[in-house]
């Protein structure tokens, strides 16, 4: 499968002396001749200078979005999200961990979700968290989060990603009361419960998708989704696409290393 070469602008001091215009023509090039063109944090100010962020939505480091949107009028900045990804070959990041979250999420498009939770196990990091999310959190997770926070109760979301899962499910699991619970999951994960939950459906559909003959509605069951009406909605939500587009993409990658067809539960 051909891969698409990559152009990845790393952050540097903005605003200071202005990019040299060699530089931008270099990125506009790549671009016209099919290369992604990735930025890092402040990286976008490049991106943008070179006019390849005009009327897109892009994101940078919170700190620096409201400089980028000043300069830029005709980006649509959005500073509540890790990363941007418009599916034309212009990506953008927030700040350098957001960085890593990006280069996982390109690592999946191009090799698989598996290989990205591979490396992104290696590296000690959340495997592909999705870009909507937060770029920061109201409290910093402990340290021990996986003992002392809510990582017993993702762990049982996890285990049980083929049930139906209420809010009120979560928790009582986690012994708060529903308002307390959503607080203090959205300040450990920068997200909702339900949608964080949906994310990993996603995520646990993409692995069997590439790995398994199954069809939609037996991963849809697999998954927690119910019916390949809810997993094709959520599916193009989060990725852009359809499961039958990507299965079609990955099934060669697929079919070297076959899984086992799911019975109940899936483990992600």
Same mark, same amino acid.
């Given at each position: 499968?051909?891969? !698409?070469?990559?152009?990845?602008?790393?952050?540097?001091?903005?605003?200071?002396?202005?990019?040299?215009?060699?530089?931008l023509?270099?990125? %506009?090039?790549a671009?016209? %001749?099919g290369a992604?063109?990735?930025?890092?944090?402040?990286g976008?100010?490049a991106?943008?200078?070179?006019?390849?962020?005009?009327?897109?939505?892009?994101?940078?480091?919170?700190?620096?979005a409201d400089?980028?949107?000043?300069?830029?009028?005709?980006v649509?900045?959005? $500073?509540?999200v890790?990363?941007? &990804? =418009?599916?034309?070959g212009?990506?953008t990041?927030?700040?350098v961990?957001? =960085?890593?979250?990006?280069?996982?999420?390109? !690592?999946?498009?191009?090799?698989?979700?598996g290989a990205?939770?591979?490396?992104?196990?290696?590296?000690?990091?959340?495997?592909?968290?999705?870009?909507?999310?937060?770029?920061?959190?109201?409290?910093?997770?402990?340290?021990?989060?996986?003992?002392?926070?809510?990582g017993?109760?993702?762990?049982?979301?996890l285990?049980g990603?083929?049930h139906?899962?209420?809010? %009120? &499910?979560?928790?009582?699991?986690?012994?708060?009361?529903?308002r307390?619970?959503?607080?203090?999951?959205?300040?450990?994960?920068?997200?909702? $419960?339900?949608?964080?939950?949906?994310?990993?459906?996603?995520q646990a559909? %993409?692995?069997? !998708?590439?790995?398994?003959?199954?069809?939609?509605?037996?991963?849809?069951?697999?998954t =927690?989704?119910?019916?390949?009406?809810?997993?094709?909605?959520?599916?193009?939500?989060a !990725?852009k696409?359809?499961?039958?587009?990507?299965?079609?993409?990955?099934?060669?990658?697929?079919?070297?290393?076959?899984? $086992?067809a799911?019975?109940?539960?899936?483990?992600?």
């Amino acid at each position: 499968m051909a891969r !698409l070469p990559h152009v990845i602008v790393p952050g540097f001091e903005a605003g200071g002396a202005p990019v040299d215009e060699h530089a931008l023509n270099a990125l %506009r090039r790549a671009h016209r %001749r099919g290369a992604r063109v990735v930025s890092i944090c402040t990286g976008a100010f490049a991106l943008a200078d070179a006019g390849l962020l005009d009327g897109r939505r892009a994101t940078t480091h919170w700190g620096d979005a409201d400089r980028l949107a000043r300069e830029h009028p005709t980006v649509e900045v959005d $500073p509540d999200v890790l990363w941007v &990804d =418009g599916g034309d070959g212009i990506l953008t990041s927030a700040g350098v961990a957001a =960085g890593i979250d990006l280069a996982l999420h390109l !690592l999946a498009s191009d090799h698989g979700a598996g290989a990205a939770a591979t490396v992104a196990r290696r590296m000690v990091v959340p495997p592909v968290r999705e870009g909507g999310q937060a770029q920061y959190v109201e409290h910093p997770a402990p340290a021990n989060a996986a003992v002392t926070g809510l990582g017993p109760t993702r762990d049982w979301m996890l285990a049980g990603l083929a049930h139906p899962l209420k809010l %009120r &499910d979560m928790a009582a699991h986690a012994g708060y009361s529903e308002r307390s619970f959503i607080r203090r999951f959205h300040a450990e994960t920068g997200l909702p $419960p339900v949608r964080w939950l949906h994310g990993q459906r996603v995520q646990a559909a %993409r692995r069997l !998708l590439e790995h398994t003959e199954s069809d939609l509605e037996a991963i849809a069951v697999a998954t =927690g989704f119910g019916t390949a009406a809810t997993l094709r909605l959520h599916f193009g939500r989060a !990725l852009k696409t359809t499961p039958s587009a990507y299965r079609k993409t990955w099934h060669a990658v697929g079919a070297q290393r076959r899984l $086992p067809a799911p019975r109940t539960r899936v483990s992600v």
